[in-house]
Nanobody, 124 residues
């Protein structure tokens, strides 16, 4: 089970940190991803951290502003979001996938396990 939290209302330029706590599975054994879905839009890839080596991958729209990390001791994955923009407003989901190849990491269909969303609202 994946439990996402940390969403809220923030002004443009502000920061939030999302957390995804796992139970029943070990986050370091999976590629962990964050996706988001804005109103009226399809769900899109945001960031991922691979199980092997902790390699991180980002969508171009968040590169340089968001950082994904993993705390193995807490079995939790984080998404630090800085310099937030109104277009970052969305429901954010964490997900876990097994044995993902690099070319499949950005695809939501590669992830078998999903948490509930946490809402991020960025006001202008």
């Amino acid at each position: 089970q994946l439990q996402a939290s940390g969403g809220g209302l923030v002004q443009a330029g502000g920061s939030l940190r999302l957390s995804c706590a796992a139970s029943g599975r070990t986050v370091s054994d999976y590629t962990m991803g964050w996706f988001r879905q804005a109103p009226g839009k399809e769900r899109e890839f945001v960031a991922a951290i691979r199980s092997s080596g902790g390699v991180t991958i980002y969508a171009d729209s968040v590169k340089g502003r968001f950082t994904i990390s993993r705390d193995n001791a807490k079995n939790t994955v984080y998404l630090q979001m800085n310099s937030l923009k109104p277009e970052d407003t969305a429901l954010y989901y964490c997900a876990a996938g097994e044995r993902l190849i690099l070319s499949s990491i950005r695809s939501e269909t590669s992830y078998a396990y999903w948490g509930q969303g946490t809402l991020v609202t960025v006001s202008s």
